[in-house]
């Protein structure tokens, strides 16, 4: 050695593949077919909203990078993923402005605010959506159909309003179409306040036409099959909403069926797959230990079922995912993991190859006992 | 993942799998020339120090004691080399300071046989004396640990001892040296077994293997078969058990789960369940030293990384220093090499050194080196604050809290740590900084905390 070095590293001296960025970029690859099938639902508007979103995002995560208020870097991918998700959210024919502004409170407020990539404590596309929820409450209920005849060529004209303008009304633009007003509700609205459901597989696949619908959930869930097989999403927490949600309507349902929908509609109805596949397991802000996640998912589905029929607002996965996120500190609180040898002895007695205590006290007999379970399969079995 | 590792018949919860790079699983050992100088330093093992018993300019001849202690937990050593003493002093240890240590020249002409050691026949000894004629040999653990195997063995008056554990785990990614010991000196490694379970009271003995190592598996059971040809042991029955691959299965508490189902209780030994645990390599070097009456001088070093050009399992004596250890294994341009690139251990446990002058002890189980492409790939690696994933709570094999004890430790929170997050459970393996995809020095963070608790309760 020419330089005495005084660096000394300590153990590991090996890591795993798995970085920040890795898990972001799949995610983001995951979401790439869900904004395809997007934009061939809406056309030329949905491209542009999920573009503008995600570039007024990348924007304000860059000036706050730069700035050094926040941690992180741009090229995690993280400011992306808030982004896509965001543009998902919103209506198609949501004005872009309006939609830029939701990018940046997302980022700002949802973010940037509290320290960057990890230290927030609600999930960032939530909290612009819920912004622009509340300032711009009709422009996010006009929902426009999908599958609409010139979808590529045509923007839907409330897309193009100028900033702090009314933007076009929608129902005047649909009626050039031919199609009433009634068209652009969604399916949830359209239950919660006429009382009609929609079919099961048109949910799944959101694949007929006129129905304002967001991307299809059977792709959210394959893609997000693809994220938790690769482990980077982790699969309980879809598990525990949909499953609460489905438990909590299904009870609702045998005790009322001419009041309350099937599970099956609240399941794919809406936002909740994608809130569930997508928004909910944000790393950030879900708990760590794996008990908290069951518990969060659960929490979240059951506020979602409760707010969709009790609240006067026809959709409910937003909130419950908020309130969710804020209570996941609590939830980690008191889900914490039991450590090795501290907990309830020998829970795994059953499977072992060998009796704890041998059964016999003399070597003589020693001798006459085998074990009896064996681990790996080739050994012949007994 | 409970449900999934049950399903699975995983042999404990969690634990990760890293890349096993054992590149040298299937080369002979083969014994390493002696260097011109060895440096034996006192401290060794875990224990008190022993205090050398030659003088400078004394001869030595090989397997001599060199050094001894009446402590109980202390070992005496022997010298690796026939030849002069030439210097009794501070030497570059392996944990960055100087120790002390006893420096032998080799008298160029010997033959550097053992010509100290004496036979003698310890099949009608009792417990006791084969526990002396351990402690006589200074062995220690030689897994790494380096605990004094005569301490270990040796069973407390109220406690009673039925089952010997033997750990041919080895699950540290690169080191072999465990698995061709179990290979090539099975029959060592049985004698060994034998004489400790003579030592403890043990009525039964089970080796387990990762099953990586099949071929071990499969030799040690022949082996086994063929000892026992001439008539069941006396000390009783002696099992090999394939275990599943995972780190940190060579941990006896990760053992004892895979063999027997059983959590070892927080913060006990073994030998509250009734158990004693030992590592192969110790057995099978008692299995050879006892009979011989000869003391240890030598030990199995995997050489081996991506550095290395002749990687492989060497026979070296103690006290070698790192650098003609490195030149012989074929690491190109030794003098540049850079401190980082070198680890004593494995990688998820070893130690990077701090000189090349530092020698082989017994509780050397490998010398890993990496080359400088390697190094800069990880180093490159950018630190995030903590997502929040959970990989670290799912892969710490002893159920704690790697994510909130991190976050905790860079508030210097560390009695908090102690006292409701179970820091003192952590055994260090590495997991959590293993899998953490935000680049957080975890365990090192935990190594940090235990020390200044350790420093705050004294």
């Not at chain 1, 950030?284 to 518990?295: D, E, F, L, N």
């Not at chain 1, 589905?301 to 607002?313: A, D, K």
């Not at chain 2, 001439?230 to 029955?237: H, V």
Request: aromatic share 8%; net charge positive.
């Amino acid at each position: 050695m020419n330089q005495p070095l005084i660096e000394i590293r300590s153990a590991p001296h090996v890591q795993a593949a798995k970085t920040v960025e890795t898990i972001m970029r799949h995610v983001v690859y995951s979401l790439l077919p869900i904004c395809a099938f997007y934009v061939f639902q809406y056309g030329v508007s949905a491209l542009a909203s999920i573009l503008v979103v995600t570039a007024a995002c990348l924007l304000t995560e860059r000036f706050f990078v730069g700035t050094g208020t926040q941690a992180g870097r741009l090229s995690d991918y993280s400011a992306v993923i808030t982004g896509l998700l965001l543009a998902l959210t919103l209506p198609p024919g949501f004005p872009l402005w309006m939609g830029a502004v939701a990018g940046i409170v997302a980022i700002a407020l949802g973010k940037a605010l509290f320290g960057g990539i990890g230290f927030n404590v609600f999930n960032p596309a939530l909290v612009g959506r819920a912004f622009v929820q509340a300032a711009f409450p009709t422009a996010i209920a006009t929902y426009t159909p999908s599958f609409l005849p010139g979808r590529y060529t045509e923007f839907i004209p409330s897309t193009l309003a100028w900033p702090l303008m009314i933007p076009a009304d929608a129902a005047a633009w649909l009626k050039t179409k031919n199609l009433d007003a009634l068209a652009g509700a969604t399916p949830l609205a359209k239950w919660k306040f006429d009382g009609v459901l929609a079919n099961a597989d048109e949910l799944l696949t959101s694949l007929s036409g006129n129905m304002a619908v967001g991307p299809a959930p059977a792709l959210i869930l394959v893609c997000g099959a693809y994220l938790a097989a690769r482990r980077f999403m982790d699969w309980r927490i879809p598990l525990a909403i949909l499953g609460s949600a489905a438990l909590t309507a299904w009870l609702l349902f045998a005790y009322d069926a001419t009041r309350y929908p099937n599970p099956f509609f609240m399941l794919f109805s809406g936002g909740l797959i994608l809130g569930a596949v997508y928004m909910a397991t944000d790393m950030a802000t879900s708990p760590v230990t794996p008990k908290g996640m069951w518990v969060y998912g659960a929490l979240i589905g059951l506020l979602t079922v409760v707010i969709r029929y009790y609240s006067g607002l026809p959709e409910g996965v937003m909130y419950a995912i908020l309130i969710a996120n804020a209570a996941s500190p609590l939830i980690e609180k008191i889900t914490q993991p039991v450590p090795f040898g501290r907990g309830v002895l020998d829970r795994a007695r059953k499977r072992a190859s060998y009796p704890l205590n041998p059964g016999y006290i003399s070597r003589e007999e020693a001798s006459a006992v085998t074990p009896k379970k064996r681990f790996l399969p080739k050994k012949p079995k007994k | 993942m409970k449900l999934v590792s049950y399903f699975r018949g995983e042999a404990f919860q969690r634990g990760v799998h890293p890349p096993s790079c054992k590149l040298t699983a299937d080369r002979m050992i083969r014994r390493m020339p002696f260097p011109d100088r060895v440096s034996v330093p006192l401290s060794q093992h875990i224990g008190k120090l022993p205090r050398p018993v030659v003088r400078v300019g004394q001869e030595v001849v090989r397997g001599q004691p060199i050094a001894r202690s009446d402590e109980w937990l202390s070992v005496p050593h022997h010298a690796p080399l026939t030849g002069v003493v030439e210097f009794i002093g501070l030497r570059p240890g392996m944990r960055g300071t100087w120790i002390e240590s006893i420096v032998i020249r080799a008298h160029a002409g010997a033959t550097q046989e053992d010509l100290w050691g004496r036979s003698r026949d310890l099949s009608q000894a009792s417990g006791q004396d084969i526990l002396q004629a351990i402690w006589d040999t200074g062995m220690v653990g030689l897994g790494g640990a380096a605990f004094p195997t005569h301490a270990k063995l040796s069973v407390p008056k109220q406690a009673k001892v039925h089952t010997l554990v033997v750990n041919g785990c080895e699950c540290e990614p690169y080191l072999t040296c465990d698995h061709r010991i179990m290979i090539e000196h099975a029959d060592d490694l049985i004698v060994g077994t034998r004489y400790a379970m003579r030592a403890t009271g043990a009525v039964r003995a089970i080796i387990g293997v990762e099953d990586n190592k099949p071929d071990a598996v499969a030799t040690l059971r022949q082996a086994i078969a063929g000892a026992r040809s001439g008539g069941a042991f006396p000390e009783g029955e002696i099992h090999v058990e394939a275990v599943p691959t995972k780190y940190p299965q060579g941990s006896e508490k990760m053992l004892i789960m895979a063999l027997f189902g059983a959590e070892m209780p927080a913060g006990g030994l073994p030998i509250a369940l009734g158990m004693v645990v030992s590592n192969v390599g110790t057995l099978a070097a008692l299995g050879k030293l006892l009979p011989a009456g000869q003391g240890l001088t030598e030990r199995v070093v995997t050489v081996t990384g991506s550095g290395v050009a002749r990687p492989g399992d060497y026979r070296v004596i103690l006290g070698t220093p790192l650098k003609f250890v490195l030149d012989y294994a074929g690491v190109p341009a030794v003098d540049a090499l850079d401190a980082r690139q070198v680890i004593l251990g494995g990688p998820m446990m070893g130690q990077a050194i701090g000189s090349l002058e530092v020698p082989i002890t017994k509780g050397v189980s490998g010398v890993l080196v990496f080359r400088h492409e390697d190094m800069a790939a990880r180093e490159g690696r950018q630190t995030y604050p903590c997502i929040k994933c959970g990989e670290c709570v799912e892969s710490c094999p002893m159920g704690l809290n790697p994510s909130t004890l991190g976050m905790l430790a860079a508030k210097r929170e560390y009695d908090l740590m102690g006292e409701k997050f179970f820091l003192g459970d952590c055994f260090e393996c590495g997991c959590c900084t293993y899998v953490c995809p935000s680049n957080i020095p975890l365990v090192q963070q935990f190594r940090v905390a235990k020390q200044i608790l350790r420093e705050r309760a004294v």
